[in-house]
């Protein structure tokens, strides 16, 4: 392990929580602070104040919920991880609405959580998302899945997806390697996953991801998985 490296494994994880109910932001915030390694960092009360309070403390990892005042979940998390690339953020919501899903994919969102989750299941992912890793709750994941699945079966003019989630620029072909990478990416593999299967170091999956990213205008695993299985439909 470099030096770089090692500083940031022992620095802890710093979180933002937002949501605009008092109780679940306070009760959310209580619990994550007590995990070894975890720093709450602040508390956002609907999608300005994320986006005000991101910017001002820098965290590694945002939970957010999505309907909220003054602006949305989806909002505030398109700007962020614009202006705060490094930024991960797991929705934690209620709505399991498809549109509000992919909506949220679109804007750069690594994990999707109903807020029925386990206290496990909620640091498990935070944890996993800030390793670069993505996560789906199982109710979420049986939507998307079945949302490749119809792209996959309907021909090109009926199979269109839902609007947010078509690139609004053209993608830019993918070489051997990139295409299989993205394959993996699609089957949720992670970054040392993908290093094995493909005999690749793990830092150079992650330059590879990057620029698989931004080949196919991307902002996150979530959305690669959707542009793949759109590419294949």
Do not use: W
Request: with cysteine.
């Amino acid at each position: 392990m470099s030096l770089a490296e090692g500083a940031m494994a022992e620095r802890p994880l710093r979180l933002l929580i937002v949501d605009d109910q008092p109780l679940i932001r306070r009760g959310l915030a209580m619990m994550l602070a007590t995990e070894a390694g975890i720093e709450v960092v602040g508390q956002a009360c609907d999608g300005l104040d994320a986006i005000e309070q991101a910017l001002l403390t820098v965290p590694d990892v945002v939970v957010m919920d999505l309907q909220m005042p003054r602006a949305s979940g989806v909002v505030a998390t398109r700007e962020i991880t614009a202006r705060l690339p490094e930024t991960r953020v797991v929705v934690l919501s209620t709505y399991d609405d498809d549109e509000l899903v992919f909506e949220a994919i679109r804007a750069g969102a690594q994990a999707y959580l109903l807020k029925d989750a386990s206290e496990a299941e909620v640091l498990d992912t935070i944890r996993c998302v800030h390793r670069g890793e993505s996560r789906l709750s199982p109710a979420i994941a049986r939507k998307v899945m079945a949302q490749f699945r119809s792209f996959a079966r309907e021909p090109a003019a009926a199979a269109a997806p839902p609007a947010s989630a078509v690139p609004s620029m053209p993608d830019e072909a993918l070489n051997e390697k990139e295409a299989r990478i993205l394959d993996l990416i699609a089957q949720g593999r992670s970054n040392k996953q993908i290093a094995a299967a493909v005999f690749l170091a793990e830092g150079t999956v992650k330059n590879y991801v990057s620029r698989i990213m931004e080949k196919l205008h991307a902002r996150s695993r979530l959305e690669l998985a959707l542009r793949a299985a759109t590419r294949k439909g």
